[in-house]
C-alpha cells in the first residue's frame, strides 16, 4: 500500500492528472490508471520502471 501512496505523492508534486500518469504506463484510458492508484488492480514491475525512468527515482525508492 505505500508504494501506492507514493505513486500518487509523485503524480501530485508534478501536477500530473490520473490520465497523464495513465498515458505513462500506457493505457488508453484514466479508468486503468486510477484502478492501480486504488489499489482495485495490482501494481506491476513494469509500471514501476516506466516510472522510475519518466521521473528519475531509482527503484528502489519505491520500495523504502
Known sequence: MK???KIKKIRK???LTQKDMAEILGYKT???YHDIECGR???KLEHLEKLSSKF???LE???I
Open 41 to 43: 488492480v495490482k501494481l
Open 61 to 63: 525508492k519505491f520500495f
Open 30 to 32: 484514466a479508468k486503468g
Open 3 to 5: 508504494i501506492l501512496i
Open 13 to 15: 508534486e508534478h501536477n
Open 56 to 58: 528519475n527515482i531509482p
